[in-house]
């Protein structure tokens, strides 16, 4: 099955799972899983921002760096541009954090609150070079999107 196939199943059963909830954190750390068991990433995770800090939250995979600050890494950078950066190969990227050696390309999707303020972040590390592209891009910022609203009610 093609991944816009994969993406178009998988994000129905997100929102199911995503509106079924309000916290942000539960449903992070079910996103993350239910992205991860579909499409098995090097690591699959969100950062959210913290006193004008990113610092880790749910994830799946090994250990990761803790806090990044804005306008460092991908992740960082993502949350300072505003905007999704697709990383074909992370050797390239200035600046990009190594959390895990084995990573070769990245997305990184800034997530919003109802105000359009960027909250945190998704991202994703593969272990092949040029893995994400803009089928990736335009699904994940549908799966974030969902997160998006529901920080209002807690
Ligand atoms: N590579 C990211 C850091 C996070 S880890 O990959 C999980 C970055 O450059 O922001």
Known sequence: ???EKRYAELL???????E??????????NVSAM?????????????????????????????A?????R??????????RDETIIV????QFPG?????????????????DGAGHVIGVLDIDSEHLATFDEVDKKWLEKVVALLKGEKEEN
């Open 1 to 3: 099955m093609d991944k």
């Open 35 to 63: 992205l991860q068991e579909e499409f098995h990433f090097w690591w699959t995770g969100f950062y959210r921002v913290v006193d004008d800090v990113l610092v880790l939250g749910p994830f799946q995979g090994p250990m």
């Open 12 to 18: 129905p059963q997100i929102a199911a799972v995503v």
């Open 88 to 91: 074909p190969d992370v050797h």
């Open 20 to 29: 079924a909830e309000r916290d942000m954190i539960a449903n992070m750390a």
């Open 71 to 80: 306008g460092k890494g991908v992740c960082g950078t993502s949350w300072m």
């Open 96 to 112: 990009h954090i190594a959390c895990s050696s084995a990573s070769q390309s990245e997305i990184v999707v800034p997530i919003h």
């Open 65 to 69: 760096c803790t806090r990044i600050a």
